[in-house]
Every structure is written in C-alpha cells, then in structure tokens.
C-alpha cells in the first residue's frame, strides 16, 4: 500500500518516513513540500542517503491520488483545511496531523487558532484519532484528526477516572512538559540552540490551542462542561512529553484502586502501560516508541491524584499514533510496524 | 574576614567557593572534607588551579575556629547536627546549609528524613535563613539554617498571595523541577549521564523532605495550618529551578491587582524581580546569579493563579543565599559580591 | 533461533535487547546477569515493562547451551576470557562485545589492558568481526571478537586509503570523539551527569587500548608495522562516534579520485555510505542504526586527506556489528533486522 | 570610563556586558542595535530586567563619541570595517571583536571573507589584540583587532613550542572543537536546536576564515610561512573550545622538558595556566572565566607532541579579551574585573 506524506521536511514527516519505511504492509510513494520541490529529500536529509533518495514533490491532488493509497498530512496549521477536501473528493483516505479537523466547534477554532476554521461538512466527517478511545469509528473512517501530542498524553492519562465519580471535575490541573522537537523545524529565537539549551521555560500560560481539544475529548466521554487549567512548558531534550496531572478526590480512594481501575480500562490496549504500583514512568522509556507509560499516585494528606503520563511527542503524538490509526483503518492488527523496543539510553 | 567550608568537595562548597573568592570582605580560610584530606582542593577541582591550591583539612572544631571567622557547612543531611554544637561552643556563627536545622518539630524531622534529629536546644537557636522575609531575625543570629533550594523558589512565589484571603488554602499545589546539580556530586544511577540526559522524571512522590519545610515557612506568615501538593522533577540541564505553582483564587481578582501585590511585597527586596504582565521567566535568565524571578497568570476561565518562580539552585537556593545572609549579619549591603549579572546564554 | 545475552544490565546488552527483539529469525532466550539474578529484567529497565519481563540468570554453561543457539558476551574486560571457553566447549557459538579476543599478541593485551590475557588457544579459534572486511571468515567462525566502537568508525574510515602507496603511513593521526554511553552504566564520576553535560575532554591519552587493535587491523590489510596517533574525547551527548582522521599523500591526488576508491571498496556494503562530495556526515545521522557514514576532504594548500567517519557506538560501534555478524554466519542477508532508518531528529 | 557596545543583541555584546558590569572602572555608556533600535535592553534579554533597562540606540558616531570613552565593536562581518573609520576620526579608541581587522593582507581578506576588506590605512592602524603575545603594542594602540576565538586557543597552545626549532613546522594540525554560542545569535537551521543537540558536526572544511589568523600569527612569530591543517567541529554545548593540536618533534624531547618550557614562557601570564602534567583540561574548568588552559603529552611511539588548549568562547576567545585589552590600554592590572573563578559545574 502506497503512502503520500505532505509537508515533506518538518520533524512529523520525517518520523512517518521511519516507521512507513519499517511497516510491513506500507511503502512511501509520494512526498509533498512545495517550498522544497525538486531536492532530493536526502538532500536536507542526509540520514535518508543511499535509502530514500527520490525528489520531492509539488501537490497536486490528482496525480497524489493516482499514485497512492493513503495520505498523511503533516502540515502546518491552516494548511490542510484547503487540501484534505480535494482529497477526499478524489476519494482517497486521510490522516491529517496537523490541529486543523479536531475541534468540533468553529468559533473554538478561530479562538483558539486565530485563524479561519475548515469547512463545518468537512470537519463533521473527521474523526478524532485517539487510537485507544475510537478505535471503532477510526476503523470506518475516511479522515482521520490525529490528536495532538500533549492531548494524547492528557487524555490517556486522565480517561480512566475521569469517567468516574471518584473526582471533583473542576480540579483538573495538567502541568505539561515538552522537548523541543514539538516546536517544529521552523526557525525561531525559541528554538535556537543557545537560547533553549540548559534552559526551563514555561509558554502560552492559558492559551494554548490544545486546551480546547483536551477539555471537548474529556466533555465527549463524561457529558457534561470541563474547564481545565493547563500549562506547558519547553525541556531541553529533542524528544518527549511528560503530563503531571492532579485532580482531586471527593472521597478517599487507595491508590490501589485506581491502579485496578487503569490496569481493567487499558486491558486490551498495549500500548498503554500502567505502570507498577509504587513506580512512575520517565520520558526516556518510551522514547522512539508508541507507548504511553502511565503512574498513579494519591496523597493521603491531601486526598489528591497526581498522573504521571509520558509518550514520545513525535511517535505516539504523532506519527505512531498516525500508522496505528492506518492499521486499524486496514483492519491490521494495531502494533504492525510499531512494536519495536524504545530506543535506551 | 575568613571564612571556613565544611564539606568541601561537593557542589554546595564549590559554588560557596567561587562567590566568597569574589566577595570583598570574605577570604576562604578553611576547606575541611574527612574524605579528602590531605590532598589538595585544585587536585579535585582542577577548574581551581594557579588559584586555591591549598590543601583540604580534617574536621577539628578547634583549630576551625582559630582560624576563621565564620563557618559554612555544606555537608549531608545528618552531619551538621553533630558538628554545629562543637562550632557554636567555640563562638563562632554557623550557616548550615543542609536541612538540619530547618524544621522546628523533631516529630517530623523523623519522618521525612527517616533519621534522628538535631539537639532541640541548638533547634532553638537556628534562624530560617530565607533573606528576604526573615532578614531582621538574621541580623543578630549565630546559626543560620539556609533554606532548602525548592523551598525558597516555593515560598518566594507564594509568599505574598498566601498572605492575603484571596486564595483557597487548600488548593496549593507546586509542580517543580530542577536541574540535576540538585542531587549533589554522590555517585548514583539517577545521576548517571546516560539515563539523565535527554530525559525527564518525576521523583519523591508525596515524599520530599522539603514538603515540610515549605508548610512550616507557609504557616508560620499564615498563621494556620496547611497542607499542600509538591511534585519535584529532574530536568536535564545543570543548575536551575522552577516553581510552577497554582492556586484557587477565592473571588475574581484581575492579574494586574495582584501583579500589584507582589512588586509592592518585594519593592525593598532586589534579588527578587517581579516580571512585567504578560510574561514569566525561565531559568537560564538567573544562571549564576542570586536572583529569584517570579511572573504570575490568572486564568479568567477557572480563576486559578499560576505562579512561575525561578532561581539558580545552587546561588539562591544555597550558597548565593548563605552569602545574602552572612551580609545580612554582618550589617553590609545584602548585594555585596552578589550584584553580578547572571551568565547568558 | 535463541539467543542468550550475558551480561544483561550494560548498555550493549540493551541494545542487544533491543535488536534481537525486532530481528525477524531471532529471538531472546536468557539473560545472564551475575549481579542481579533473580530480579526481573523490566525491573532494572522498565522500558520493557510488558514486553520483556523474564527474570535474570546466573552464568550456568550447561543450561546456557542447552536453552540457547547463540550467546552473545557483553561483558567487562577480562570476564569473557573464562567464559567463553565452557560455552566453545559446548558447542555454542559465541560473539563476545569485548575486547578479550581481539588482539592476537598477549604481549600487547597485557600491555594495554593491564590484566592477564585469554588463553592463547582459544585467542586462535576467534575472527575478529569487522563486518565489511572479515565477512567470508566470519561465515564460518565459532567466535567472533566483536570489533570495538572506536577500531570500527576508525579502521572502516582508513582501510580504502591506507592499502594504497598514495600515503605516508607514519602521518595517520585519528582524533576520535564519543558519546557517554560508550563509557558504560558502572558509575564513575567520569560519567556523572553535572561533571559531563556541557563539558569536552580528552582523556586516555597515548593510553588506549583500542589503538593496538586499530594497528594490529591496519597492519594486516597493510603487511607492515603502523604506528597510529589516536586521541579519545568525551562529547556531551549519548551516542555517536566521530572520527576525524588525517594522512598526509605522498602525491598530489584529487577529492574526486579518491571518493571513487572509497565507492569501489564499499560498494557491495550496504552499512558503509560514503557520501556526495563536499559534504560530510553528522553523527546523528546514523543514530540508533547500523549505518558507518565516510566523507572525504583533500586540502590541496597542504596535500593533506582528512576522512570523517561516524557511528552509533552503540550499534555498529557494538550491538548492530555482533547482529550483522550472527547474519553472516547464518548465511542470512546481512541486512536482516538492521534496516531500519536512523532516528533523527 | 563609559563604554559603548555596537551590535547589541549578539552574545558578543550580551557577554560584554556582564563584563562591563562588574568592572570597577568600566560602565555602560551607550548599546546600539541598529535592528532593535528603541526597544528596551531588557525587553530582548530579560535577564537584565531591573538593572540594565536602558533603551538601545541607532548608531550615531558623533553622539556615541561625546557620551562614551571606548567603543566595543561585535558586529556582524563587514559591518565595522565602516564603521570604525568614523569613530576613530572622532578620537575615540576602539575594540573590534569581529575580523575585519585582524588580517593584513586584503587579498587573503577577501579570499577567506568573501567580501571587501576594510581600507587598508585603517588596518595598519590596528593592533592584533593577542594580549599575552602582543601586550606591548596593545598598551599604545587605538584600534584593536580582538582576536577570533578559535584563533586564540589555537595559537596560545602553539606558541611557545612553535618559536622553537623542535617541531616539523609542516606537521601542524589543528582539531578544533567549539561549542554553539561561538555561531552567535542569528536564526539558522545549524543553530536549531532539534539538529545540534545530540549531534557532532565538522564544518567548513578547509574553508575556516580562522585559518589565514592563525598563519599569521605564527609567521608573525617564526618568521616563516608556514601552512596549517584546521578542522572545526560543533559539539551540543553553549561555552567552550577545545584544540587538540598535533606536531611532529624533530627529535626525541621528554614532555618534562616542553612542559618547563611552556611554565617558563606563560610564567608572567596569570590567564594562561599550564596544567600539571599529565593532567589535560576540560572545557568546562573555564567556563566562564578568562582563562586558557593548556595540557602536554609526548606520544614516545610516534614521537608527536599533542597539546589540548580549552577557553570560554565568549570570554577569553571575545568579551574576556577585548575587557583584558582595554585594562592594558589604561595602564590597569590585565586581571581587572575579570578575577573571577569558573562557574564549576
């Protein structure tokens, strides 16, 4: 089966070239960046030599469609809202990376985003791409909205009890941390070496994008209006993210009992690990990998739950999540290409 | 003036060293480490060379005292309460910079340290070294027990909302993280290049012992008792911390009127810089320095304050601090040898 | 086919872990580890929660060979010297990761190793396993000795270039520089985190015992004595190895009719990629594969030829090689289980 | 004594300030920043909140002549080959820390450069700000060329035994290693974090304009021409330089004997410590600091002599030099402000 990726030298495309290049039923047939065409991709990307040396192409929906099975969209924001609908009505399969069909709500967009929103019949027929929670209706789908990396972390993290009563849904707190690679390729002061290096930021405090996407995924599976606090912050590392998450408990509940709970609810899910009692995951051990490692751990002297969830930002938070979601869409089983070990030390 | 170090070859002492090398009334009279003896300080910290060549003497409370008129302790937790009372009966003055002397309650000393305390009556004598809130009882003390490094970034932070009746006392939770000089020059995996680089952990899940010191400093300015949530992680990187702290506001209180707040609290304080509205500081813009820099976010939409706090680990939250309060005693100005820009980038 | 693994808890046994993991005709039997026998693999390396939890073994020759088809030896200097021989013994072949039997003269291993050599007999039985060169003696060996990180990036860069006349071989000058993984998991202030991050250094000066394995693969391939000047240094980061490489041409010879020697000698050696002129390759490019990228650099202001050469030292410097070479020896491809793209960013 | 900085947002300037800033004799008069002009300090490096919040100029040569008493120069290339003849006609003196200076010859300018020279009456006035080779003429001087960084290192490690007629002046080799700040502050994709971290470059090879300094340092020196080979590495850290430098001795000198002679010839040069031997320097043991450490090893097999010289970019190799090059322009101790010890770890 043929693979398109778009937006062909960003960090996304780069990490869905490995583990195509690796997927047994996957090949890559076309790789799109119009600011870039005509360069051999091993040209910015040397790691590529003597392996995936084809030029890099301009879109065009037609002969995309002609030459492929599937389509991978890892563009910047704004971007695949005009092509995934020229896409689609040439009749091929989606998975867009990029934020542009995960929000339902288009004022949400615009807020969030600052810019114009997809079309409302297009976003209606995408579907949110957490791989372990709509599994059933990715498996029917044409487009899928890959969630993004720290809503993925959150999310898994936060499901399981956030379902129950258990909390006390206003106190839902998610400090989340970042290495560098989720910024991008794009050239900016924020990501200079000298500026990001053995350096610890915090950045967009109460406005960053994937607020609105946390709380409507929560919302979807607990029915009722979630406001979360969450703030992000920038680690000097190129790979992984990290969600420290609190909430509070109405009533005392042993962490043992959480822990029962997590281990029934990702039962049939591998790659979400629960971590053993007393143990709370690193970034580094699921690094190049698509597990989402999960610690619990409550206070008694406060009656709080704090979350411990970490993925890899570039596979599980991007483009793992991406082939995971192509597997099930394919009905194969959900690890094909992405069972390999993490990467350690 | 001479001062002596003891515990002299781990980073507390080495940072200790460099700023009394540049203060202009302090000299380096005494290094004491037992483990060394004997060999020369430059032959351990070859970055010393041509400079402080002398060599590193036994413990003996005695001729320390001869020879020197103040005394550092850098030392593990657990061995400064053995050796204080020897220095204090000699007449000399004391900054300890571990944490045996910080609590109060020899009850809890014990169980968050898990060994046994220091003599009360010497308890008694100890000044919570934290400058800026307690510089008057500084002035005219003989032993001082420097804070610990989260404890100060925490309670700088937190200091002058606590205060107020704005907040929900129930509701503070700290996120903190830190470079990895935090866990000392002792050999140990989780200070092992090759499992700490490119890697980011939680650790001491509602069991760090500076939990206790944080409530102490709170409830005494408070004046009630509270219980809070700290979660410390390892960032990697060398020095630095930041406090991300978050608290339920009670009624609707615009960041601007508590903006107010802090620059009044800390109008006569230089080491702490109150950020401009809108944004907050990282670590690396206090590397090196004593500086503590704090910048705050309410969040309209769950009126919670998030407060991001930031100091060097090693100046201000030890021996940058050690040194504010030997001139705090000393009847100089706080900033002498201290005023140095921090190092950028 | 099973493979057993001795030495369970460095890194080249990880990476071993990770390889033999993925490899299609592979797969993990026992893992021996003196120290921690008895403890569950995914306890000490809890990235492979879920996947690889068996527990750890203690050395038992017999049982080894009867449970296992290969053994792979990723042992400290010295140990696999005893070891190996009851494994031959058995019957099972064996690829040791340490430097125990590669240098054929005991002189020159006690010389450089500073402790007794293996026995002499069985010293004979090993092929040194530097896959490009050794390939058809390896199909048929008992016993590799699994080329070091350094002799490999060092001797695949020189081989083409130095069985030429066109060189002054007393001018080869190898200024090699690593990662931290290649020092190991053993503590050692060397590898502590505070003293290496944001640091360079040269260390074993004229001291390594890698150079008279460099010597000793040059000489053969060469038929004379070589006397190499070759300087290690620590680069904060995990993996790679660069070295920088300079002969001195005895005539004036061009980039260009040099690049075709270097394509002509590796082009039917998939791993070794020499690249385009006027480029050199970055150690990042072949992170976490199997890969030896080589450029090529002729300064005609001085008719001297610099060679940059880089690998994962984890890989083709250790674990990826001892892969390759099991390939080899099984008449497999010897691509199989190693054609994943590198990791990047 | 007021000084101006130009080029007012690089790390050049950013560092000399720091400098500046705790110089008993110096302050900063005027900082211009052509680009940033009207912004505050500050605003653009916030660690100087609350002590430098002065507002950048546009450069005027007449009122920065009146409100100063020197002008430091860290301008891009090309840039204060315009500008200096301004400022000198105003009578006031200058420190140049770019290369437009440095090089006599305007053809090799223009070859290594690759844009026009600064007019040649203007170079002659310029004195090659070495200050422990060319001290002498730096005391008189109006103008000085501060010298590159990679230059500094190099030929202070070569100097005293290049002037000797031990050494095959044809044999000299330059591996030279610097960390990222030495690419300063403007946007580019080798300065991107998510590339340069976790990797080892070389760059330029053959190409450095450093190349043409260093020969003319030495034939300054040796009274001969003399043609080096130089190579340049990038290495994920912020500070810091290392040159592993190789000569062939002509004949048989025990390092005991070069050892003496470098003492001897640094002896009154307290920023140039030779270390003892056997012993080579780490980057980070001046980070920081003015210091140029420098190690020696005589290989006895090869008969090579290897020497490993470390600075701080940024001080030594630029800011550090040019403050220690006006305390000699003034008749102040070289040591003046600049006593400090390294920042260690």
Excluded at 70 to 94: E, M, Y
Aim: net charge negative; aromatic share 8%.
């Amino acid at each position: 089966m043929k693979a398109a990726i778009i937006g062909g030298t960003g960090y996304g495309s780069i990490e869905l070239t490995r583990l195509i290049q690796k997927h047994p039923f996957l090949e890559i047939g076309s790789v799109v960046s119009n600011s870039q065409a005509g360069s051999n991709f091993s040209d910015i990307y040397p790691h590529l030599s003597n392996i995936i040396d084809k030029p890099l192409e301009k879109f065009d929906a037609n002969s995309l469609c002609e030459q492929n099975d599937i389509v991978f969209l890892a563009t910047p924001s704004g971007v695949s809202s005009n092509l995934v609908p020229q896409l689609l009505d040439n009749g091929i399969k989606c998975i867009d990376l990029s934020g542009d069909f995960r929000l339902r709500s288009a004022e949400e967009y615009e807020l969030w985003y600052k810019h114009s929103p997809a079309e409302q019949k297009f976003i209606k027929k995408a579907t949110y791409g957490l791989s372990e929670i709509y599994g059933e209706k990715i498996k029917t789908s044409n487009l899928i909205a890959n969630p993004g990396c720290y809503p993925t972390a959150a999310t898994l993290g936060l499901l399981p009890i956030a379902k129950t009563d258990y909390i006390d849904q206003k106190s839902i707190i998610i400090d989340a941390k970042s290495g560098v690679t989720g910024a991008g390729r794009s050239l900016s002061i924020t990501s200079h070496y000298a500026e990001i290096n053995e350096n610890l930021k915090a950045y967009k405090l109460g406005a960053h994008q994937h607020i609105p996407e946390i709380e409507q995924v929560l919302q979807d599976e607990i029915d009722s209006p979630i406001t979360i606090t969450f703030t992000t912050h920038l680690v000097p590392m190129l790979r992984g993210i990290m969600c420290t998450i609190y909430v509070n408990l109405k009533e005392n509940i042993a962490t043992n009992e959480i822990h029962q709970l997590y281990n029934e609810f990702y039962k049939n899910h591998p790659f979400v690990r629960v971590r053993l009692l007393g143990t709370v995951p690193e970034t580094k051990e699921v690094l190049g990998s698509n597990y989402c490692d999960i610690g619990l751990h409550v206070d008694p002297r406060t009656n709080r739950l704090t979350i411990i969830s970490v993925i890899d930002n570039l596979v599980k938070g991007a483009a793992g999540q991406a082939i995971q979601n192509v597997n099930l869409m394919n009905g194969w089983d959900e690890q094909t290409g992405l069972a390999d070990l993490p990467l350690y030390p």
